[in-house]
Protein backbone atom coordinates (compact mmCIF):
# COMPACT_ATOMS: atom_id res chain seq x y z
CA UNK A 1 0.00 0.00 0.00
CA UNK A 2 1.60 3.40 -0.89
CA UNK A 3 2.37 5.57 1.80
CA UNK A 4 0.10 8.84 2.27
CA UNK A 5 2.37 11.81 1.02
CA UNK A 6 3.24 14.48 4.12
CA UNK A 7 1.39 17.19 4.86
CA UNK A 8 3.63 19.54 2.58
CA UNK A 9 4.01 17.89 -0.53
CA UNK A 10 3.44 19.75 -3.54
CA UNK A 11 2.54 18.06 -7.02
CA UNK A 12 3.09 20.52 -9.97
CA UNK A 13 -0.01 21.03 -12.71
CA UNK A 14 0.38 24.66 -13.31
CA UNK A 15 1.28 23.89 -16.76
CA UNK A 16 -1.82 22.17 -17.33
CA UNK A 17 -2.61 20.90 -21.03
CA UNK A 18 -5.23 22.87 -22.20
CA UNK A 19 -8.56 21.61 -23.25
CA UNK A 20 -9.36 21.12 -27.02
CA UNK A 21 -12.92 21.72 -26.79
CA UNK A 22 -14.93 23.63 -24.49
CA UNK A 23 -15.74 21.98 -21.37
CA UNK A 24 -19.29 20.84 -20.37
CA UNK A 25 -20.21 22.26 -17.35
CA UNK A 26 -19.41 18.76 -15.31
CA UNK A 27 -15.78 19.37 -16.50
CA UNK A 28 -15.67 23.08 -15.65
CA UNK A 29 -16.55 22.47 -12.26
CA UNK A 30 -14.35 19.76 -11.47
CA UNK A 31 -11.55 22.20 -13.05
CA UNK A 32 -12.92 24.93 -10.41
CA UNK A 33 -12.60 22.77 -7.73
CA UNK A 34 -9.37 21.48 -8.48
CA UNK A 35 -7.43 24.72 -9.60
CA UNK A 36 -9.84 27.57 -8.14
CA UNK A 37 -11.01 30.70 -9.84
CA UNK A 38 -9.13 34.10 -9.89
CA UNK A 39 -11.81 36.93 -9.95
CA UNK A 40 -10.64 40.26 -11.85
CA UNK A 41 -11.02 43.71 -10.85
CA UNK A 42 -13.39 44.54 -12.80
CA UNK A 43 -16.39 42.23 -11.30
CA UNK A 44 -18.29 43.22 -8.39
CA UNK A 45 -19.55 40.00 -7.45
CA UNK A 46 -18.64 39.87 -3.77
CA UNK A 47 -20.55 43.14 -3.39
CA UNK A 48 -23.65 41.57 -5.38
CA UNK A 49 -23.93 37.69 -4.70
CA UNK A 50 -23.74 35.12 -1.61
CA UNK A 51 -21.43 36.07 1.05
CA UNK A 52 -18.43 34.45 1.04
CA UNK A 53 -18.84 31.54 4.32
CA UNK A 54 -15.36 30.49 4.63
CA UNK A 55 -15.82 27.26 6.72
CA UNK A 56 -19.19 25.80 5.45
CA UNK A 57 -19.66 22.60 6.70
CA UNK A 58 -15.95 22.44 7.95
CA UNK A 59 -15.14 22.22 4.13
CA UNK A 60 -14.49 25.60 2.86
CA UNK A 61 -16.29 27.50 1.20
CA UNK A 62 -15.78 29.94 -1.76
CA UNK A 63 -17.91 31.49 -4.73
CA UNK A 64 -21.89 29.71 -5.75
CA UNK A 65 -21.45 30.05 -9.30
CA UNK A 66 -24.02 28.32 -11.72
CA UNK A 67 -22.93 27.15 -14.92
CA UNK A 68 -25.41 26.97 -17.56
CA UNK A 69 -25.74 23.36 -19.27
CA UNK A 70 -28.39 21.35 -21.82
CA UNK A 71 -29.05 18.61 -19.32
CA UNK A 72 -29.36 20.59 -15.94
CA UNK A 73 -27.88 24.13 -14.96
CA UNK A 74 -24.80 22.85 -12.59
CA UNK A 75 -24.08 24.39 -9.16
CA UNK A 76 -20.09 25.38 -8.12
CA UNK A 77 -18.46 26.88 -4.60
CA UNK A 78 -15.75 27.88 -6.54
CA UNK A 79 -12.44 28.28 -4.36
CA UNK A 80 -10.93 31.62 -4.45
CA UNK A 81 -9.40 32.49 -1.52
CA UNK A 82 -6.64 29.22 -0.60
CA UNK A 83 -3.34 29.63 -1.79
CA UNK A 84 -3.66 27.12 -4.31
CA UNK A 85 -5.97 29.72 -6.37
CA UNK A 86 -3.26 31.68 -7.42
CA UNK A 87 -1.83 29.45 -10.44
CA UNK A 88 -5.25 28.81 -11.84
CA UNK A 89 -5.58 29.50 -15.45
CA UNK A 90 -9.44 30.20 -14.84
CA UNK A 91 -10.61 33.89 -14.54
CA UNK A 92 -13.98 35.35 -14.03
CA UNK A 93 -14.31 38.66 -15.54
CA UNK A 94 -17.49 40.87 -16.01
CA UNK A 95 -18.52 41.53 -19.54
CA UNK A 96 -21.22 43.72 -20.36
CA UNK A 97 -23.25 43.12 -17.40
CA UNK A 98 -22.50 39.18 -17.39
CA UNK A 99 -19.84 37.14 -15.67
CA UNK A 100 -17.73 34.85 -18.05
CA UNK A 101 -14.98 32.26 -16.77
CA UNK A 102 -11.84 32.39 -19.21
CA UNK A 103 -9.82 29.47 -19.35
CA UNK A 104 -6.34 31.13 -20.14
CA UNK A 105 -4.72 27.81 -21.79
CA UNK A 106 -7.36 27.86 -24.31
CA UNK A 107 -8.68 31.38 -24.26
CA UNK A 108 -12.35 30.24 -24.43
CA UNK A 109 -14.88 31.63 -22.18
CA UNK A 110 -17.76 30.31 -20.33
CA UNK A 111 -20.97 32.45 -19.26
CA UNK A 112 -21.75 32.30 -15.78
CA UNK A 113 -24.32 33.30 -13.44
CA UNK A 114 -23.87 34.29 -9.46
CA UNK A 115 -26.75 34.15 -7.33
CA UNK A 116 -27.56 36.96 -5.37
CA UNK A 117 -27.89 37.22 -1.68
CA UNK A 118 -31.17 36.74 -0.58
CA UNK A 119 -32.96 39.66 1.09
CA UNK A 120 -33.58 37.14 4.79
CA UNK A 121 -29.60 37.03 4.94
CA UNK A 122 -29.69 40.79 6.12
CA UNK A 123 -32.67 40.22 8.46
CA UNK A 124 -32.64 38.76 12.11
CA UNK A 125 -34.78 36.49 13.84
CA UNK A 126 -37.37 37.47 16.88
CA UNK A 127 -34.26 36.70 18.85
CA UNK A 128 -32.36 39.12 17.41
CA UNK A 129 -30.06 36.81 15.76
CA UNK A 130 -28.77 37.27 11.57
CA UNK A 131 -30.26 34.91 10.24
CA UNK A 132 -27.11 34.11 8.47
CA UNK A 133 -26.10 33.04 10.94
CA UNK A 134 -28.54 30.91 11.37
CA UNK A 135 -28.69 29.29 8.38
CA UNK A 136 -26.73 29.31 4.94
CA UNK A 137 -27.52 28.22 1.13
CA UNK A 138 -25.31 25.90 -0.42
CA UNK A 139 -26.58 25.90 -4.39
CA UNK A 140 -30.15 25.47 -3.05
CA UNK A 141 -30.32 23.60 -0.13
CA UNK A 142 -30.25 25.58 3.14
CA UNK A 143 -27.32 24.20 5.41
CA UNK A 144 -27.94 24.46 9.07
CA UNK A 145 -25.37 23.48 11.79
CA UNK A 146 -26.45 22.32 14.70
CA UNK A 147 -25.20 20.95 18.27
CA UNK A 148 -22.36 21.98 20.22
CA UNK A 149 -18.94 22.52 18.83
CA UNK A 150 -17.42 19.18 17.21
CA UNK A 151 -15.93 17.37 20.46
CA UNK A 152 -13.14 16.13 18.13
CA UNK A 153 -12.25 19.81 18.25
CA UNK A 154 -12.47 19.87 21.95
CA UNK A 155 -10.70 16.65 22.72
CA UNK A 156 -8.00 16.84 25.17
CA UNK A 157 -5.26 16.07 22.35
CA UNK A 158 -7.23 17.63 19.42
CA UNK A 159 -8.92 14.73 17.37
CA UNK A 160 -10.42 16.91 14.24
CA UNK A 161 -10.71 15.72 10.88
CA UNK A 162 -7.16 16.71 9.04
CA UNK A 163 -9.04 18.53 6.28
CA UNK A 164 -11.48 20.27 8.30
CA UNK A 165 -12.18 23.95 9.59
CA UNK A 166 -15.61 23.40 10.86
CA UNK A 167 -13.86 24.13 14.66
CA UNK A 168 -12.77 27.33 14.09
CA UNK A 169 -15.89 28.95 12.92
CA UNK A 170 -18.42 27.98 15.86
CA UNK A 171 -19.49 30.92 17.75
CA UNK A 172 -17.56 33.50 15.03
CA UNK A 173 -19.78 33.57 11.58
CA UNK A 174 -22.39 31.11 13.41
CA UNK A 175 -24.30 31.08 16.24
CA UNK A 176 -23.31 27.88 18.62
CA UNK A 177 -26.55 26.86 19.77
CA UNK A 178 -29.23 27.71 18.21
CA UNK A 179 -32.73 27.65 19.08
CA UNK A 180 -35.72 25.96 17.35
CA UNK A 181 -37.61 29.27 16.63
CA UNK A 182 -35.01 30.74 14.83
CA UNK A 183 -33.85 27.58 12.62
CA UNK A 184 -37.72 27.71 11.55
CA UNK A 185 -38.00 31.31 10.55
CA UNK A 186 -34.98 31.08 8.65
CA UNK A 187 -36.08 28.22 7.06
CA UNK A 188 -39.53 29.61 6.42
CA UNK A 189 -37.72 32.98 5.00
CA UNK A 190 -35.40 30.82 2.89
CA UNK A 191 -38.47 28.27 1.70
CA UNK A 192 -40.80 31.37 0.81
CA UNK A 193 -38.13 33.78 -0.87
CA UNK A 194 -35.49 31.49 -2.26
CA UNK A 195 -37.59 28.82 -2.99
CA UNK A 196 -35.44 25.64 -1.33
CA UNK A 197 -37.25 22.55 -0.81
CA UNK A 198 -33.90 20.74 0.97
CA UNK A 199 -32.83 21.45 4.47
CA UNK A 200 -29.35 19.83 5.87
CA UNK A 201 -29.00 19.22 9.37
CA UNK A 202 -25.43 18.81 10.06
CA UNK A 203 -23.17 18.44 12.88
CA UNK A 204 -19.99 17.46 14.70
CA UNK A 205 -19.03 14.48 16.49
CA UNK A 206 -21.74 15.37 19.44
CA UNK A 207 -21.22 12.01 21.77
CA UNK A 208 -22.94 8.25 21.98
CA UNK A 209 -26.59 9.51 20.99
CA UNK A 210 -25.86 12.93 19.88
CA UNK A 211 -28.12 12.28 16.87
CA UNK A 212 -31.30 13.11 19.23
CA UNK A 213 -29.44 16.87 19.50
CA UNK A 214 -31.69 17.32 15.60
CA UNK A 215 -34.86 15.58 16.53
CA UNK A 216 -36.27 19.13 18.01
CA UNK A 217 -35.26 20.50 15.18
CA UNK A 218 -36.32 17.99 12.22
CA UNK A 219 -39.49 17.69 13.89
CA UNK A 220 -40.59 21.41 13.76
CA UNK A 221 -39.33 21.44 10.63
CA UNK A 222 -41.64 18.68 8.73
CA UNK A 223 -44.30 20.43 10.87
CA UNK A 224 -44.22 24.21 10.75
CA UNK A 225 -41.96 24.48 7.34
CA UNK A 226 -42.85 21.90 5.23
CA UNK A 227 -39.55 20.56 3.36
CA UNK A 228 -37.50 17.69 2.98
CA UNK A 229 -34.73 17.36 5.27
CA UNK A 230 -31.51 15.71 5.26
CA UNK A 231 -29.38 14.61 8.99
CA UNK A 232 -25.71 14.39 8.23
CA UNK A 233 -24.24 13.37 11.24
CA UNK A 234 -21.91 10.93 12.83
CA UNK A 235 -22.98 7.36 12.81
CA UNK A 236 -24.72 5.87 16.07
CA UNK A 237 -24.11 2.17 17.46
CA UNK A 238 -27.48 2.69 18.59
CA UNK A 239 -29.60 2.23 15.07
CA UNK A 240 -32.76 2.45 16.95
CA UNK A 241 -32.37 5.96 16.82
CA UNK A 242 -32.59 5.94 13.49
CA UNK A 243 -36.05 4.79 13.99
CA UNK A 244 -37.09 7.65 15.76
CA UNK A 245 -35.77 9.82 13.34
CA UNK A 246 -37.67 8.08 10.60
CA UNK A 247 -40.78 8.42 12.43
CA UNK A 248 -40.42 12.31 12.90
CA UNK A 249 -40.18 12.05 9.42
CA UNK A 250 -36.53 12.49 7.96
CA UNK A 251 -36.03 12.49 4.09
CA UNK A 252 -32.52 11.52 4.26
CA UNK A 253 -28.89 10.75 6.26
CA UNK A 254 -25.46 11.10 4.75
CA UNK A 255 -22.55 9.77 6.43
CA UNK A 256 -19.52 11.26 5.90
CA UNK A 257 -16.46 8.32 6.04
CA UNK A 258 -14.24 10.13 3.72
CA UNK A 259 -11.62 7.94 2.89
CA UNK A 260 -11.79 4.20 2.44
CA UNK A 261 -8.31 3.13 2.46
CA UNK A 262 -8.07 2.70 6.69
CA UNK A 263 -4.72 3.78 6.60
CA UNK A 264 -5.93 7.02 4.98
CA UNK A 265 -8.71 6.81 7.61
CA UNK A 266 -6.67 6.72 10.41
CA UNK A 267 -4.13 9.37 9.47
CA UNK A 268 -6.34 12.07 8.43
CA UNK A 269 -9.54 11.17 10.74
CA UNK A 270 -8.16 10.59 13.99
CA UNK A 271 -11.78 11.19 16.16
CA UNK A 272 -13.78 9.07 13.70
CA UNK A 273 -10.90 6.64 13.83
CA UNK A 274 -10.21 6.99 17.29
CA UNK A 275 -13.67 6.81 18.71
CA UNK A 276 -16.03 5.24 16.43
CA UNK A 277 -14.28 3.07 13.73
CA UNK A 278 -14.82 2.85 10.01
CA UNK A 279 -17.13 -0.23 10.63
CA UNK A 280 -19.55 1.82 12.92
CA UNK A 281 -20.35 4.45 9.24
CA UNK A 282 -20.47 1.23 7.06
CA UNK A 283 -23.35 -0.13 9.52
CA UNK A 284 -25.42 2.73 10.31
CA UNK A 285 -25.40 3.39 6.08
CA UNK A 286 -26.20 -0.37 5.81
CA UNK A 287 -28.88 0.16 8.00
CA UNK A 288 -30.46 2.92 6.87
CA UNK A 289 -30.37 2.15 3.09
CA UNK A 290 -32.16 -1.17 3.94
CA UNK A 291 -35.08 0.73 5.95
CA UNK A 292 -35.13 3.72 3.94
CA UNK A 293 -34.42 2.11 0.24
CA UNK A 294 -32.74 2.65 -2.33
CA UNK A 295 -31.23 5.98 -3.25
CA UNK A 296 -32.51 7.84 -0.03
CA UNK A 297 -29.11 7.42 1.97
CA UNK A 298 -25.38 8.76 1.11
CA UNK A 299 -22.35 7.79 1.46
CA UNK A 300 -19.88 10.86 1.75
CA UNK A 301 -16.10 10.87 0.73
CA UNK A 302 -13.46 13.06 -0.26
CA UNK A 303 -11.40 12.22 -3.66
CA UNK A 304 -8.16 13.42 -4.25
CA UNK A 305 -6.39 12.50 -0.97
CA UNK A 306 -6.32 8.80 -0.76
CA UNK A 307 -5.74 6.28 -4.27
CA UNK A 308 -8.11 7.29 -7.05
CA UNK A 309 -8.22 3.47 -6.93
CA UNK A 310 -9.80 3.63 -3.07
CA UNK A 311 -12.20 6.06 -4.13
CA UNK A 312 -13.40 4.45 -6.87
CA UNK A 313 -13.55 0.98 -4.61
CA UNK A 314 -15.46 3.29 -2.21
CA UNK A 315 -18.26 5.04 -4.89
CA UNK A 316 -18.79 0.58 -5.83
CA UNK A 317 -19.03 0.02 -1.92
CA UNK A 318 -21.56 3.06 -1.75
CA UNK A 319 -23.82 2.18 -4.79
CA UNK A 320 -23.86 -1.42 -3.96
CA UNK A 321 -25.45 -1.03 -0.92
CA UNK A 322 -28.43 1.10 -2.24
CA UNK A 323 -26.87 4.31 -1.28
CA UNK A 324 -25.76 6.90 -3.86
CA UNK A 325 -22.15 8.90 -3.43
CA UNK A 326 -21.74 12.33 -2.80
CA UNK A 327 -18.01 13.07 -3.69
CA UNK A 328 -16.22 16.30 -2.32
CA UNK A 329 -12.74 17.21 -4.34
CA UNK A 330 -10.86 17.84 -1.40
CA UNK A 331 -9.71 21.03 -0.69
CA UNK A 332 -6.77 22.31 1.22
CA UNK A 333 -8.92 25.35 3.34
CA UNK A 334 -6.70 27.56 5.05
CA UNK A 335 -6.15 27.22 8.76
CA UNK A 336 -6.73 23.05 8.32
CA UNK A 337 -4.28 20.63 9.09
CA UNK A 338 -3.82 19.69 5.50
CA UNK A 339 -3.73 23.52 4.23
CA UNK A 340 -0.43 22.40 2.21
CA UNK A 341 -1.30 19.59 0.67
CA UNK A 342 -1.50 19.69 -3.18
CA UNK A 343 -5.66 20.16 -4.22
CA UNK A 344 -6.28 17.31 -6.74
CA UNK A 345 -5.42 16.24 -10.73
CA UNK A 346 -8.55 17.18 -12.39
CA UNK A 347 -7.91 14.64 -15.42
CA UNK A 348 -7.91 11.87 -11.93
CA UNK A 349 -11.36 13.75 -10.84
CA UNK A 350 -12.84 13.07 -14.23
CA UNK A 351 -12.20 9.27 -13.74
CA UNK A 352 -13.48 9.31 -10.34
CA UNK A 353 -16.72 11.02 -11.79
CA UNK A 354 -16.69 8.63 -14.51
CA UNK A 355 -16.94 5.92 -12.32
CA UNK A 356 -19.52 7.25 -10.44
CA UNK A 357 -21.98 8.10 -13.04
CA UNK A 358 -21.09 4.54 -14.72
CA UNK A 359 -21.39 2.77 -11.27
CA UNK A 360 -25.02 4.58 -10.99
CA UNK A 361 -26.36 3.38 -14.08
CA UNK A 362 -24.63 -0.37 -13.49
CA UNK A 363 -26.91 -0.24 -10.37
CA UNK A 364 -29.96 1.87 -12.17
CA UNK A 365 -29.33 3.88 -9.05
CA UNK A 366 -32.75 6.44 -8.80
CA UNK A 367 -30.84 9.56 -8.83
CA UNK A 368 -31.66 13.64 -8.63
CA UNK A 369 -35.42 12.58 -8.56
CA UNK A 370 -36.29 15.15 -5.46
CA UNK A 371 -37.09 18.87 -6.50
CA UNK A 372 -34.72 21.82 -6.64
CA UNK A 373 -31.41 20.35 -4.68
CA UNK A 374 -28.18 21.75 -5.82
CA UNK A 375 -25.02 21.16 -4.46
CA UNK A 376 -22.43 23.06 -5.07
CA UNK A 377 -19.37 21.79 -2.64
CA UNK A 378 -19.45 18.10 -4.26
CA UNK A 379 -20.87 17.01 -7.89
CA UNK A 380 -24.06 15.02 -7.65
CA UNK A 381 -24.50 11.75 -9.14
CA UNK A 382 -26.74 13.94 -11.93
CA UNK A 383 -23.86 16.23 -12.72
CA UNK A 384 -22.22 13.50 -13.34
CA UNK A 385 -24.22 12.62 -16.82
CA UNK A 386 -22.40 15.06 -18.43
CA UNK A 387 -19.39 12.51 -18.48
CA UNK A 388 -21.20 10.00 -19.59
CA UNK A 389 -20.87 8.46 -23.65
CA UNK A 390 -24.29 8.71 -25.36
CA UNK A 391 -24.52 4.48 -25.76
CA UNK A 392 -27.96 3.13 -25.66
CA UNK A 393 -27.67 2.27 -22.03
CA UNK A 394 -26.84 5.86 -20.95
CA UNK A 395 -29.72 7.01 -23.13
CA UNK A 396 -32.17 4.73 -21.07
CA UNK A 397 -30.57 5.48 -17.95
CA UNK A 398 -30.93 8.60 -18.29
CA UNK A 399 -34.69 8.43 -19.67
CA UNK A 400 -35.66 6.14 -16.59
CA UNK A 401 -34.08 8.60 -14.20
CA UNK A 402 -36.47 11.64 -16.17
CA UNK A 403 -39.28 9.40 -15.88
CA UNK A 404 -38.62 8.60 -12.45
CA UNK A 405 -38.42 12.56 -11.64
CA UNK A 406 -42.11 12.86 -12.84
CA UNK A 407 -43.71 9.88 -10.98
CA UNK A 408 -41.88 10.70 -7.63
CA UNK A 409 -43.85 14.56 -7.71
CA UNK A 410 -46.56 13.52 -6.01
CA UNK A 411 -44.54 11.92 -3.83
CA UNK A 412 -42.01 14.67 -2.94
CA UNK A 413 -44.80 17.30 -2.72
CA UNK A 414 -46.67 15.15 -0.03
CA UNK A 415 -43.49 14.71 2.06
CA UNK A 416 -43.36 18.74 1.71
CA UNK A 417 -46.47 19.16 3.01
CA UNK A 418 -46.59 20.53 6.71
CA UNK A 419 -47.49 17.86 9.19
S1 LIG B 1 -16.47 15.34 12.51
FE1 LIG B 1 -14.61 15.94 11.46
S2 LIG B 1 -15.36 17.11 9.63
FE2 LIG B 1 -17.05 17.00 11.09
S3 LIG B 1 -16.88 18.91 12.28
FE3 LIG B 1 -15.80 17.28 13.44
S4 LIG B 1 -13.68 17.49 12.79
FE4 LIG B 1 -14.92 18.59 11.29
Same mark, same amino acid.
Given at each position: ?281 ? %? ?51 ? %? ?61 ? %? ?20
Amino acid at each position: MPAPPSEGHDRDFASPTPPDRPMNPAELKIELLCRGLRVDGSCRIFEDSLPLSPTIAGLGSGLELILPGSKRDVWVNAPVIENFVEKSPLLLLSDQGEYKITDERSGLRYRVKAPSKPAWYDRYTPTGVPMSHIATLQGTCLTVNVGERCKFWTAEHPLNCRFCTGGLSTGVEEEQEKSVEDVIETALAAKQESGITFVQLNGGYQGARGLRKVFPYLKALKQKVGCLVGVQFNPERDESLYDEALTLGVDSFSFCFEFYNPEYFRRYLPGKAEVLGRDVFF %SALEYCSRKMGKGRVAGEIIAGVEPVEDTMRAIEYIVRVGAYPLVCIFRPLTG %SVMQRYPSPDPSDMVRVFRHVYDTCRMHNLPVGTAPNINVSLSLQPEDTFYLAPEGIADRTYQ %SFIDALKHLMRPYFSSRMRTQ
